[in-house]
Structures are given as C-alpha cells and as structure tokens.
C-alpha cells in the first residue's frame, strides 16, 4: 500500500458499518478490498508507480522497509515539483525575473528551506518563518522611516548611528529573552541581527535599494526578501498539492499511523494472548516486547503528525480533533499493555497456570474480539470527521456489551481460583490474575474514551489560542535571561568584529596608488601579482549571521553544528559552483541540463534528510544552497578569483564566528549538557524516592500524586534531551560521558514512574482499605523503602562521583530478589476479605477485590525486582562522569 495514503474509503466502511454487526475480521478485509481499490483507481496518474514497480524487478527494494518507500516518495514529490518550477524560471528567463523583482533562484532556495515532510509541517514552517521575516523587514522599514538617509559617515548624522545601534542591541536582546518560538526567534534575527542590520551603521550603505519615508517598493532589498520568502513558502506548499497521489498531508500521515497503530495491536493483542495460553515460554515474548515498542513508535508519530496537522486548518479541522481523541484512546490502552506484557514476560507456565487459563480461555477470548471490534469500529467511524447516526448507534450497542462481557470473564476466573482452595488472593495464580484484571481495565479505559467520541466537538476559538500565546511569551524565567545574556554578549562581539572588519589598510592604500598608473599596474599583473584584499571585509555580518544559525541552548551542540555548517557550506559551494561551470552557459543544452540537474540534486539530498542519519541534519541546507548555485542567472563569462574566494571567505566567518562562541562560552559559562543531564536526573531520583514514601505514608494523594509524577517523568525526559547532547561534549579533564550507565539508571527510574502509575491507578482512592489496614503493611513498606532507598543512594552516589561513599554503598548487603513479606500480605489480604467484600465496582465493571488485590502485590514485588536490577547495572556501569 501507499504509506503516503491516509486510511481508505472512510465513507464506504462507515456506511457498511452502520447495516449491521462487523467482525474485525471483515472489517480487516472491507479495508484491505478498499485499499487496492484505490490503488487501481489511481495507478494511471501516480508518478511513484514506477518506484514501486522497481520492487518487482530489482531484488534489493522488494523488501526494502516502508521508511525507504516514504522517503524515496516524498523526496520524488519534492524534486518533481523543484524541476517543474526551475523549468518554468528557465523558459522565461532567469534574468528576466530578476529584473521584475522574482529571483527564481532565491525563491526555489526559499522553498527548499521551508518545505517539510508534509503540508501540515511545511505550513508551520512559512508560518513561524513569515512572522519572523516580518519583525525583521518591520524593524528595518521603521528606522528607515525615520532616517530615511540612514548614516551616511559624514559628520553630521552621528545620531542616527546610535539609534540605529540601540535598535540593533534592543532588538536582539528581545528576541533572545522572549519566549517565543524557536522558529520566530530564528527568522527574526537571522533577516535583521545577522542581516540588514548592518547596513544601518554602514556609510557607504545607498538606501536608494530599500524603502524609506514609510513607503513600501516591493523591489526594495528588505521587502522584497520577505515577498520571496512568502512566494518560496507557498511554493513549497504548492509541492504536496499536485500528483502523484492526492494532496500529502500531516492529517492523512496522522489517520495512517492511527490505522497502523490500531490494526497492529489488534494483531498484537491477539498473538500476546495466543502465547500467554500457549504450552512454554519461547523467544517469541521477546519479538512481542519489540513489536508493541514498534506500535508506541507510530503512536508518538501519529501525535507529532496531529501537531503539525493543526497548521493546515489552523485548528478548524473535527477531523484532527476526533483523530486527536483517538490518539488519547490509544495512548491509555497502550499504558495498560505495557503492565500486561510485563506479566507474560515473566511468566514460568506452572501447571497452575495453564489450569487457570484453561479455564477463562473462552470468555477472555470474547473479551479481546470484543476490545478489537469496538476499538476498530471507533477508529474507522471518526477518522473523517463525522460521525452519522448509525455509526454512533454502532459504538453504543458494542459499547453496551463490554460490562457483559468483562463480568462474564470475572465470574469465570473466580470460579476457576476456586479450583486452588478457597484463598481469594493466592500465590500461585497472581499473574493470571493481573493479566486478567488489567485486560478488564484495558475494556474500561476504551469505554471511557469511547463515550468522550461520541459528545460533539467544539473547536477552540483563535483568539483563544492567541492570547495564550501571548501570555506564554512574557513568561520568562532565570534561566532564560542567563542564556539571553550570554548569547548576546557573543552576537554583539562578533556583529562587532564583522563591522570593524580585518584589513591591511596600508597595502591596499599602496595599490590603489599603483593601479592609477598604466605602467606600473601592467608590470604588476605581468609579475603575478594578485588584488589585496581584506581577512574580513568590514561591514559583513557573516559572523554575526553564524552566530544565529548554531543558536542552541544545548551548549555541547555548538560545537558539532559548526562542523556540520562548515561541511554544508563547503560541500554545497564546492557542488553548485562545480555544476554551474558546467551547466550554467546561456545555450538550451545547458539549460536542459540545468533541470535535470535540479531533479537529482534535490532528490538526492531531499531524501537524505527524510531518510534520516547522520547527514540528515545538513542534507535539507545542501539541498537549497546547491539549487540555489545551479539555478541563478545563466552567464557564458567564465569565473573570476573573487568570486570563488568570496565561498571561501563564507568558510572563515563561520570559524571565526564558532571561535568567539566558544570562548564566551568558557569565559562566561553556563551548565554543561553533562552537569545538567546529571542534576536534572538526580532531582528525579530524589523527588521519586519522596513522592513514593509520602504516597505510601498518606501524606499526599492519589491525584496529587499522579500530577507529581508526571513532572517527574518530565524532569527524566529533560535528562535524556541532555544526556543525548552530553555525548558531543569534549571531555577535557573530566571523565568520559558515561552513556551505559546514564541510560540504565534513566531507563531504570522511567520504569519505576511507569509501575507506580499502574500501583496508583489499580489503588485509586481505595488505599486505606487495600492497603493501610493490613497488619504486615509496615513490614512490606519498610521493605520497599530500604531497597528504594539503596537504589537511590547508590545512584546518587555514582552520579556524585563519590567515591568514598559509593564503595561503602557497594559493600552494603543486598536484599534478596522478590518481596520477602509477600506471604504475610497475602495472608492478611485473605483474613481482610468476606464474602461482602469478593465484588466491586470500578465505574461501569463489576470487577473481583481479589484480583485487585494480586495486582498489588505483583506490582510491588515487580517493583523490588526492578530496584535490584538497577542497583546491579550501576554497579557494573559504576565509571565515574
């Protein structure tokens, strides 16, 4: 199938849905008929039909992987339309659109920097660009406004160069401390600050090429960059609107991964329970875990996909929104069958076990086609948009079945414990029981998500949306303003630098003398002598230019996006320069070969960003710099020095540039990525031990807990963007970035936030009564504590580099795996439990006490398994930051 297609005929699975009941198998083939369908419908106008043909005959793309089919589609769709506008330019002239104020040239460079994967982020690209190409023109147009002569160096206008310097540093500063978006906030600078800016404070500046006295020319310099942005951006956009296929759009990317998501973990959910009811533990648990990581993958794809599907509707569109909803739905099954694989994973397949299962095989069966059929029905009827009557009819009447069926299989397992004696909560039985109760709450957390379907949507007012942008804008913190100074002192030390400039005055004085005599200048010439010239030309924001390109907050990035610069600008001036003295001469075979230069060109490269890797983060730049050199004016006049050392120079302000943002950076220091990786990871440590004893001591509750949480996991989130830059830290005098060790111990406290949420979400507000009223439920939690509280001290003391104390830690006895008290906090659970008490409810689910009851204690002792395994990675990982 086309993976850049969104689901298939959506109307007619509705339709057919609303007729009468639809197994998921049906429904599994109604959309595969469809599919092929569409496919034979749109063969005969579809371009990439000859892409995916060479899978039938070259050997090597019969199995290629669907992200080499959606790049290589993609990247086609990009270059195809590229070529048809450089062909356009060509036969009209390139000169001749320059001179009408449309340099093609400039505007396919444009394209190529703002184009996405799709429309939705390619929109959010001109948008974001626009608004920040427009404060910069604005700024410039203002102060031409009021100095329509700007300075012009002669003595009488030294005023109007102060203004224009308080303008410039006022401006930048603001940029850099205002919470704006990281795209508004690079346009901004990058067309003002590392742009026109310098022509303010340049004498031999004509303002004649800009528009002064507030009048608007759309040839001017300044306005007429940010018309070729805005033409450059709705090319790009023009790009996913034509064939092949239909219009490529993050909505249509967004429903496919939903449709992957969701039939994926139907067949996912039915294979976990096929080994779960199978004869032995196998290596297929193992293909299962990395199949459900595969399905979060799209999931988190899918959310992206929906960020950016809002720019193409600027939040109008139901369709996103039911989508969105969806997504939720999704997300809350997922969070609960990830508890679920956990208890597979662990599973020995004692014959206790396959008595249990044999027993509820049926009835849990019907509970998981039911689970697949209501999901599937949901996802086909609301991925357009609407849901008619017989669609909301359909969810209600499955939705109806689910407390049924999930009772049927409580009734089932409860009669099936019976079989191992009259204990509610029995040893031997407590992963069936949890992998029984936590499909039961799989069931309820898709009837609630269902019900919220089926209530109308109302789409969120603009204006709402903008005043909450405005009032995020003004919300700077401490940090921010530390970052904003010390960038600004860089930007302004290199704006500086780039004004004074470098020269041999003297020498260049010497010359210009000479040149003016024939003689002597004929001598020169005949002597091999060459035109002086500056190291840095004065007047030249090139530095200031580079300064803004590798802003970043991420100090250990600086570094290695200057090396990626460098290779850009090197590689892309050495390749356009190389095809534009081939190619670029006046004549129609030059010219021909001129667009199917454009064509390789740009898919190649466009396809390396979309594929990914290591170039990937250069490969876009490459793309516009490259067609922008290939595509300029044609000329039959062969080069000269100064226009190849002119890329050259390029190359030297990015140095010098990279230069000064590294000494500020030493001599005004922020946090390391490393020293903030380190402290934002062990704030989560610390925060999650407290969170975790308050919780269990009642001093905080379940929901107060739960919002903790989350702002734990985002501290842990936090240190895993960090850690990841750390890597390119140069190590100096300090140890190694030590990657296994910083990985265990996030990944170790990531699944410690994940078994709590599950311990809190089976609890809920029924702790005193499942738990704190159990005579041994000290002794357990003193338990739980001390290997918490080893786990955690013996992580701080690595992350401390503390040698002394984390040798004392190591020595320190180690508890035994698995919770030691657990046969006292059964046995108090079955004194605890009457024949009252066997049934409760959980919303609309009539559930077993008992069932809950094992997941508890399952959780905790998973949970005193996980602290001891960490506490043996750090050990092994134990080298020092």
């Known amino acids: 199938v086309f993976l850049i297609a969104s689901c298939p005929s959506l109307a007619t699975i509705s339709g057919a849905m609303s007729n009468g009941n639809k197994s998921y198998t049906t429904l599994k083939r109604k959309v595969e008929s469809d599919i092929e369908e569409e496919e034979e419908e749109e063969e005969d106008e579809d371009p990439t039909k000859y892409v995916y043909s060479a899978q039938k005959y070259l050997p090597f793309l019969r199995h290629a992987p669907d992200k080499f089919m959606l790049s290589i589609t993609t990247s086609f769709r990009v270059a195809f339309g590229t070529t048809i506008y450089a062909a356009i330019a060509l036969f009209v002239h390139r000169e001749v659109l320059v001179a009408a104020g449309f340099d093609s040239a400039t505007i396919l460079c444009n394209a190529l920097f703002t184009v996405g994967a799709d429309m939705g982020s390619t929109i959010a690209n001109l948008f974001y660009g626009a608004i920040g190409t427009f404060y910069g023109w604005f700024a410039f147009w203002f102060f031409l406004g009021i100095f329509p002569d700007g300075y012009t160096g002669d003595g009488t206008d030294d005023h109007a160069w102060y203004a224009a310097a308080l303008l410039i540093a006022t401006y930048t500063l603001l940029f850099l ?207 357009d948009g609407v849901l008619d009557e017989g669609e909301k009819l359909r969810i209600q009447e499955l939705m109806e079945t689910m407390p049924a069926l999930v009772e049927d299989l409580q009734v089932q397992a409860h009669q099936a414990s019976k079989k191992f004696g009259n204990e509610p909560v029995n040893k031997s039985l407590l992963g069936e029981h949890t992998f029984i109760y936590t499909t039961c709450r799989m069931a309820q957390v898709l009837l609630q998500d269902a019900r919220e379907i089926l209530t109308e949507y109302e789409t969120p007012l603009f204006r709402r949306l903008f005043q909450g942008h405005i009032t995020k804008v003004f919300t700077v913190k401490a940090d ?306 001390y290997s918490l509280d080893y786990t955690t001290a013996l992580a701080r003391d690595a992350i401390n580099a503390d040698l002394t104390d984390l040798k004392g830690t190591i020595k320190t006895k180690v508890k035994p795996a698995g919770l030691q008290t657990i046969d006292h906090i059964i046995a108090d659970m079955n004194k605890q439990t009457s024949e009252k008490d066997v049934w409760g409810y959980v919303g609309d689910f009539k559930l077993l006490n008992s069932s809950r009851r094992c997941v508890i204690v399952l959780t905790l002792e998973s949970m005193i398994n996980a602290f001891n395994a960490l506490q043996s990675k750090i050990a092994k990982n134990k080298k020092m930051m």
């Open 480 to 785: 921010d303003w530390m970052w904003a100074g010390r960038t600004f002192v860089a930007i302004a030390i290199n704006f500086g630098i780039g004004w004074m400039g470098y020269c041999d005055d003297k020498d260049i004085a010497e010359f210009h003398t000479m040149v003016k005599n024939d003689t002597a200048a004929a001598d020169f010439i005949r002597a091999g002598g060459s035109v002086p010239t500056c190291f840095l030309a004065p007047y030249n924001a090139g530095l200031a230019n580079i300064n803004i390109v590798l802003l970043s907050r991420l100090s250990g990035a600086t570094f290695k996006n200057a090396l990626d610069r460098m290779s850009a600008v090197v590689l892309a001036s050495v390749v356009g320069q190389l095809f534009f003295a081939l190619i670029g001469w006046c004549d129609w075979q030059s010219r021909v070969m001129t667009i199917v230069a454009v064509f390789f060109v740009t898919w190649g490269f466009m396809y390396s960003n979309y594929a990914g890797g290591l170039p990937s983060g250069i490969s876009q730049r490459l793309a516009a710099m490259t067609v922008y050199s290939i595509t300029e004016p044609c000329s039959d006049k062969s080069g000269t020095f100064s226009s190849y050392s002119s890329s050259y120079h390029a190359v030297i302000y990015i140095v010098i540039g990279v230069i000064v943002m590294l000494v500020i950076d030493i001599l005004i220091p922020d946090k390391s990525s490393s020293a903030q990786a380190l402290e934002s990871q062990e704030e989560a440590i610390e925060e999650f031990r407290e969170l975790f004893r308050d919780y269990m001591d009642n001093r905080i509750s379940c929901t107060e807990a739960m919002d903790k949480l989350a702002e734990i996991r985002a501290k842990n989130g936090v240190a895993t963007t960090m850690g990841e830059d750390a890597a390119f830290e140069p190590s100096g005098w300090k140890e190694e970035w030590n990657v296994p060790f910083f990985t265990a111990v996030n990944a170790g406290y990531g699944g410690f936030c994940t078994q709590f949420a599950n311990l809190m979400s089976v609890i809920e507000d029924d702790k005193e009564v499942l738990l704190d009223s159990l005579p041994s439920f000290h002794l357990m939690k003193q338990e739980v504590f």
């Open 177 to 383: 401390v205002l919470n704006v978006d990281e795209n508004v906030r690079f346009w901004a600078l990058y067309t003002f600050t590392g742009g026109y800016a310098m022509d303010l404070l340049n004498p031999n500046t004509s303002t004649s090429k800009y528009s002064v006295n507030f009048t608007f020319n759309y040839k001017g310099s300044a306005e007429n960059a940010l018309i070729l942005f805005l033409i450059g951006g709705i090319v790009a956009i023009t790009l996913f609107l034509f064939p092949p296929h239909r219009p490529h759009t993050s909505l249509s990317k967004m429903r496919l991964r939903v449709c992957q998501m969701a039939q994926g973990f139907g067949d996912l959910h039915a294979r976990v329970h096929k080994y779960y009811l199978g004869p032995a533990k196998t290596l297929e648990i193992d293909n299962l875990v990395s199949e459900y990581e595969e399905l979060v993958d799209k999931l988190r794809k899918a959310e992206k996909h929906g960020q950016n599907a809002w720019y193409e509707s600027f939040g109008k569109s139901r369709s996103r929104l039911m989508t969105n909803t969806l997504i939720k739905l999704a997300d809350g099954m997922v969070d609960r069958f990830e508890a679920i694989l956990t208890v597979v994973y662990d599973e020995d397949f004692t014959q206790s076990h396959f008595i249990m299962m044999d027993a509820v095989q049926g009835k849990l069966e019907d509970l998981r086609r039911g689970l697949q059929e209501l999901l599937m029905t949901v996802e086909e009827a609301t991925l």
